[in-house]
């Protein structure tokens, strides 16, 4: 949600911001929200010269009473309970002017970063950079599935028996597996600094309201029946959430949180579920990283939190690149965001295992998230996010690069001590 002050004094910079992000049919919004803007501080002004007039009032009705001016003073009574009504009423009606500014505002894009490049959707992202090399081997590379079922270690059959497309059952060395990406990703941000958490698996409304978009919300979340409750599509909403309404002193910035989470998710939308594939799905595991700090250090932080998860990555042997999202593929709390893709031999081709993104002051100012400067000044801080590692999306990553030609997998030094000091599975 951007600053209402910036909206009333550089409306042409929210309407050019909009056009950028190719959202034409957003830009009534403006209007919308400068005339509800209008009416509410109309009404409030109204309402404090009442009060003013009211307090006046009260004082002089004792003064005649004093003066035994009784029929003076019923009259001047009866103005008062007058102002009250009409006091009354716009207090109502600040209520539904400021209901309605809020419901605008979060339908109005955060201000997109002017690096960000220019593009309608995801097919106009751009490659910012490759590390490592990708390689093709001069043998077929399964496709993920296979690779794992030649394994013995996943039963997709039985969970859609038990639960439908979009779950899985992982057994055996695949499960190690995957619990050992996640054991490692969480050792490799502590060493970095980052304060592990394990956070709630379920948030209230005003916390998703706060952390993401209307539009993301009814596409993504889960609702819990009969609760003001919702399971997370990832564990930056819960932690994200944990400041709400606080004041962060100066000495607290940056917060720099790494937390794990199961992540649940509708994944409604052009892509669907994957009916066959551990891609698309409706539940997975997830270490993720969280910065909250000051404003002009975010974008310090942004580069920072993507190179993290190439580091990671790197590490494992698996090459990746950097794709800068356009500014028609940005969710609208976003300032700037770029993917993590891991190369895919068997495809030849990159695919995406991490998202990072700097969501400026949207999430905060939405939150109520503040911070006082050590002048005792109250700012607004910026927020950030970043995938760590995501499995079983980056196991087919893993899979893939590491498979050999007898159709074992050779385990990454790095993942060995979380192995039993396995070189390889199969």
Not at 17 to 29: F, G, S, T
Request: proline share 4%; with cysteine; aromatic share 8%.
């Amino acid at each position: 949600m951007i600053d209402i002050a910036l909206l009333r004094n550089d409306p042409d910079l929210v309407r050019e911001n909009i056009r950028r992000k190719y959202q034409d049919h957003r830009q009534p919004l403006v209007d919308q929200a400068l005339e509800l803007d209008k009416l509410n501080r109309e009404a409030i002004l109204r309402a404090d010269t009442l009060r003013a007039q009211r307090n006046s009032l009260s004082k002089e009705i004792g003064g005649l009473m004093q003066k035994g001016k009784k029929e003076e003073a019923e009259a001047i009574k009866q103005q008062v309970r007058d102002l009250q009504q009409e006091l009354a009423d716009l207090e109502t009606k600040e209520s539904e002017y400021e209901a309605g500014l809020r419901e605008v505002m979060l339908q109005i894009p955060q201000i997109i970063d002017p690096s960000v490049p220019l593009g309608r959707d995801d097919s106009e992202n751009v490659e910012m950079q490759r590390f490592g090399e990708p390689l093709v081997p001069d043998y077929e590379i399964p496709y993920h599935v296979d690779i794992m079922e030649r394994l013995k270690g996943i039963d997709l059959d039985a969970a859609r028996k038990t639960s439908g497309s979009g779950f899985y059952y992982l057994k055996g060395d695949i499960a190690r597996l995957h619990s050992a990406v996640l054991s490692y990703a969480r050792d490799f941000m502590i060493d970095r600094g980052f304060t592990y958490y394990i956070p709630p698996f379920m948030i209230r409304s005003e916390v998703v309201t706060g952390v993401m978009s209307l539009a993301e919300m009814e596409n993504m979340m889960f609702k819990i029946e009969g609760e003001d409750l919702y399971l997370i599509g990832t564990s930056e909403h819960s932690m994200i959430g944990k400041f709400i309404d606080t004041i962060l002193d100066a000495d607290e910035l940056p917060q720099t949180l790494t937390s794990y989470s199961p992540c649940f998710r509708k994944e409604v939308g052009a892509h669907g579920i994957e009916e066959r594939g551990v891609y698309r799905i409706h539940q997975f595991e997830k270490q993720e990283m969280v910065v909250v700090c000051r404003p002009e250090d975010s974008m310090m932080w942004y580069e920072k939190l993507w190179q993290n998860t190439v580091d990671f990555f790197r590490t494992l042997d698996i090459p990746v690149r950097t794709l800068a999202c356009c500014t028609g593929d940005l969710a609208d709390l976003k300032v700037i965001s770029c993917d993590v893709e891991a190369w895919s031999p068997r495809q030849q081709k990159y695919f995406e295992v991490g998202s990072c993104s700097n969501l400026g002051d949207a999430q905060a100012r939405r939150l109520q998230i503040r911070a006082r400067d050590e002048e005792g000044r109250r700012f607004i801080p910026h927020t950030l996010n970043n995938t760590v590692v995501a499995p079983p999306r980056m196991l087919i990553a893993y899979l893939e690069n590491n498979l050999q030609e007898d159709g074992s997998v050779l385990i990454a030094k790095a993942l060995q001590p979380y192995m039993g000091g396995r070189e390889r599975i199969g």
